[in-house]
């Protein structure tokens, strides 16, 4: 099967695609971590608030 | 103690109320929330139009064919690199004159995303310097500085939490944001100042610019794009902050 020219980007897709992947893995971590840090301090917050009224 | 004249609190009534308002935890908090779809959203949007245009929609280059669509991902990191530690260190200045804690938090928060796209800077520059210069890394004054630049962000967070009491570390890491800010004009000037390897700016303030314009405007749209999502991912990590540090206060619970 023949990749289409602008997926090879000429000679340097590996390049290209490598830079692209890295770069959209870092992103989409970014904003993961971010939002699982507030939603694990939810979390935690709002368990040690029940544990306190339970006692 | 002496009851006399102190910056500190001479210069905290030329802020504005707004900025008194803003510095308030609870009020922070709800902003925050609120705005931080605003930013997020139209961050996504224009990053996935940018990203796309340059990689499919502007024309090849004539000297460095396609392996150029790689500053589509590699000069919005670096720009972002340099504006993150600005945000850090300017977040610091103003937790460490006015005493207002929630810009420390704000700078912890901007921190990590600094070190990721100066990490992606370094990485995707690499990247494009083996083809380009046939060496995935050499001691240049721009590449150096901006490696500097990494370990001044990772040197601020293990400053941060190398305390017990948090208020240490956001004094002692807001000193070293402030000393590592002399780095940002080296970076920018680095290509001026000495005979480097790497190129000089492609857009300068003056409007001169070494790209047309069919190249510019993807560009363009991730800078923008991933100036929004600094600013969307700095405003969560700082609201997970400030729920935190302020979990014993009544407001906490109403918030939760």
Redesign the interface.
């Known amino acids: 099967m023949e990749i289409p020219v602008d997926l090879a980007m000429g000679r340097y897709g590996a390049y290209v695609w490598s830079s692209v992947g890295l770069t959209l893995l870092v992103l989409v971590y970014n904003a993961w971590s971010a939002y699982a840090a507030l939603r694990d301090a939810r979390r935690r917050l709002r368990r040690a608030r029940a544990d306190q009224a339970a006692r | 103690m002496s009851d006399g004249w102190s910056f500190t609190r001479w210069s905290a009534g030329i802020l504005p109320a707004w900025a008194h308002r803003l510095a308030s935890p609870p009020h922070f908090y709800a902003l925050a929330g609120r705005l931080t779809p605003w930013f ?1 959203w139209p961050a996504a949007v224009l ?1 996935a139009v940018g ?1 796309f245009a340059g ?2 929609v502007a024309p ?1 280059d004539h000297q460095q ?3 150029f ?2 500053i589509y ?2 000069v919005p ?1 670096a720009w972002l690199s340099m504006s993150s530690y600005a945000i850090v260190a300017g977040a610091a200045a103003v937790g460490l004159i006015w005493r207002i804690k929630l810009a420390h938090w704000v700078a912890h928060a901007a921190a ?2 600094g070190a ?1 796209f100066t ?2 800077a370094l ?2 520059g690499s ?2 310097g ?2 380009m210069w046939g060496t995935w890394w050499v001691w240049d004054a721009r590449l150096t500085a901006e490696l500097v630049l990494l370990f001044l962000f990772l040197g601020y967070l293990a400053l941060a939490d190398a305390f017990d009491d948090p208020r240490k570390g956001d004094r002692a890491s807001g000193v070293l944001a402030l000393v590592g800010v002399v780095n940002l004009p080296i970076i920018k000037y680095s290509v001026d100042w000495w005979s480097t390897l790497h190129q000089p700016a492609t857009i300068t303030a003056l409007g001169k610019r070494a790209i047309t314009i069919e190249m510019l405007w993807p560009l363009l749209l991730m800078w923008l794009g991933a100036t929004l ?1 600094l600013v ?2 700095t405003l ?2 700082a ?2 902050i400030t ?2 540090r302020e ?1 014993a206060q009544a407001w ?2 109403e918030a ?1």
């Open positions: 997020a990053m990203l990689l499919f090849t064919g396609d392996a669509r790689i991902v590699h990191s990590p995303v990721s990490f992606l990485a995707t990247i494009w083996k083809p999502f969307a991912v969560t990590r609201r997970a729920l935190e979990r906490v619970g939760l």
